[in-house]
Every structure is written in C-alpha cells, then in structure tokens.
C-alpha cells in the first residue's frame, strides 16, 4: 500500500476556480491521498461546492470554519492530516496529474524531508495545463536550501512542496499576518535536513489581480518589515554569513512593492512618507548590494529597471506611466 499523502486546500471566495482545482487534485495519478477541504467561512457558493464533491469522492475530507484568513485554515488541515506527508494548493490555481507521484517518488528514492518542483504562471485568461518539462533535480543539504532560499534560488510559497508531516511538529503558519510564507518556510528548510529541487513545472500559479501582492497597503509593509528583521536576527545567530541575503531579499521586494503600488495606481501610497523613506533604503541597499540584485535580474529590462529606480524614484515614475500607456495602447491596437 503506498504512503498516505494529505493534501490541504484552504477555500475562500473562489466559486470561479475551486472546480478546476479540486478536479486537478482528485486526478492524480498518485491516489492514495486525503484531500482537505477548508471553508474559511467563504460567503459564496464553495461551501456547497465542497460538500458536493465529499459527496462523490471519500478521500475527500470537509471543514466548515469562520473566516480566519489563509494561515488559520492552513492550520486547522495541519492539526487533522493523517498523511505521512502533507501538500498544499491554493483554491485558484491548479497542478498536473503527475505532481504529486513525482514528489513522493523524489522525497522518497532521494531519502530528503522535502521534495520541491517548479511552477508556471499563468493569468486567468491564459490558464491552460502546459509545463515546462525538465527532468534536472538537484540536492541540497540545510544550508544550502536556505541559501537558496534568500536568494530567490527556491522560492517561499508552500504550495509546490510535499514535505514529510513531522516538519510541522513546532511549526505552523502565523494567523492575521501577510506573507506567511516568508516567516514559515525558512523554518521547516530548517527542521529539515536535505531537499530536493525538480525543474518541472507541475503547479500552475494563477495570477489575479485581486492578490496579495496587488493590495500593498503600510500594514502589509510593517509585517514584512517585521518578518525580515525577525529572519535577519535568526540567521544572524545560526548561519551569520546568511544574513546579507536577508537584506538583498528586502531590496528586493522594495522593487516589487513599488511596481505594485504603479499596477494598483496607488499615488497616495507613491508620495507617503513611508514610501519616501523606502526609496532610500533601496538607495543604501541598491550600493551595498548592486552587484547581487542585478544578477538576480532575468532581462537587461529588469536590469534597467532596478538601477532607475535607484537614479530617480520619480523618473521611475514616469517610466512606469509610460510603460502603461504603451501597454493599452498595444492592446486596443490588437482590437
């Protein structure tokens, strides 16, 4: 009999996908798998959704609960799993039939505590189930995956991930907080002590415009700032020669939180104090740190785009305006 994989879904507002997502994961071709359910008090019709499919497939498992964000769902399914393993997918997107026979045959054969592939995104209208195909697999011990980790190497998402169940044992997600990714996953790199890496693209990451990542608000840069101190002092005691990948993480994402805050056109947020002080932690990041970000950078425009922003955070700006406009202006031109 193979080993028992739970796979947990957290379900909120998602009538539109948690078809296709729940279908992707009750077609796998690795089938011995409790899938659970958790309807994070969703004021649509998931709640119904859900029970119907428990209804058609006993793997299927059902928890009704008040709305407590993604973490506190995350959580209750951990609490209950019975696998010896445990996956993650998001109610909006959807993975391949092989995923899950592929990890557990990686995390098995490689004798690792996690076993990771690579994901594609897609936009809600380009959703289609297509991957690239690679079979190139690498192992890292502890270390390395954290290193791999801060350095956008691996990414924080849990959910192209099967890890074995006991990593959770002093674990769990952080409830009401933002990226609880970024808190988490460095923890059970840790509780681990080898991973494996497969380039295949098996999770299919639906990009919505109504995610996190386009809803920057101060608060959400205050728990960020929060968690990347807090990463900042644990790898300062553990691994000290890590930390200056924390600080390149944060610049990082200062790049990434101001061209969100361009897509949501948020001008007030732009011209907020906070904003301003942001630029000049990018400038003194930007100098200690130029030489890492760029090669992080996949293009010459992103490359750019990186050293612009450090130029002129209002010339930045413009850029970014025009970049738009150019954008519609191509896509009414395809009409």
């Known amino acids: 009999m193979s080993e028992l994989i739970s ?37 649509d019709k998931c709640p119904l959704i859900c029970d119907e499919y428990a209804k058609k497939d006993a793997r299927i498992r059902v ?15 951990i609490n209950i799993a019975k696998g010896r393993y445990i996956g993650f997918v998001d109610s909006d997107d959807y993975i391949n039939e092989n995923m ?30 297509v991957g690239r195909e690679n079979n190139n697999i690498k192992i890292y011990n502890k270390k390395e995956a954290l290193k791999a980790l801060l350095t956008n190497e691996l990414t924080s998402h849990p959910w192209n991930k099967l890890y074995k169940k006991e ?6 997600y952080p409830e009401g907080k933002v990226m609880e990714d970024l808190a988490t996953t460095y923890l059970l790199f840790e509780a681990s002590n080898n991973i494996c890496y497969r380039e295949t693209e098996y999770y ?6 109504t995610s996190i990542l386009h809803s920057i608000t101060p608060k959400f840069i205050e728990q960020l700032e929060e968690v990347i101190a807090f990463k900042s002092q644990y790898m300062n005691s553990k691994y000290p020669e890590l930390t200056k990948y924390v600080e390149i993480e944060l610049l990082n994402y200062i790049k990434i939180f101001y061209d969100d805050i361009m897509i949501a056109n ?15 932690k990018y400038k003194e990041l930007y100098k200690k740190y130029k030489n890492e970000l760029l090669k ?28 738009q406009i150019m954008k519609k202006i191509k896509e009414a031109a395809k009409k």
């Open 100 to 129: 899950y026979q592929q990890l557990h045959k990686d995390i098995t054969e490689n004798k690792v505590d996690i076993s990771i592939c690579s994901f594609q995104k897609i936009t809600e209208s380009e959703a289609k189930n």
């Open 266 to 280: 948020a001008k007030n947020l732009w011209n907020s104090k906070k904003y301003k002080d942001y630029g000049k």
């Open 167 to 172: 990593l959770f044992d002093n674990i769990r």
């Open 296 to 323: 992080r950078q996949v293009n010459t425009i992103k490359r750019y785009e990186c050293k612009l922003l450090y130029i002129s955070r209002n010339i930045y700006y413009i850029y970014y305006k025009s970049k």
């Open 204 to 209: 299919y990451y639906v990009q919505r415009d």
């Open 7 to 43: 796979i947990i879904i957290p379900v909120y507002k998602v009538e539109k996908y948690i078809r296709r997502c729940i279908d992707s994961v009750i077609n796998q071709t690795y089938s011995n798998l409790e899938i659970i359910l958790i309807d994070d008090g969703s004021p």
């Open 63 to 77: 928890i009704h609960k008040e709305n407590g964000g993604i973490s506190s769902a995350r959580n209750v399914g």
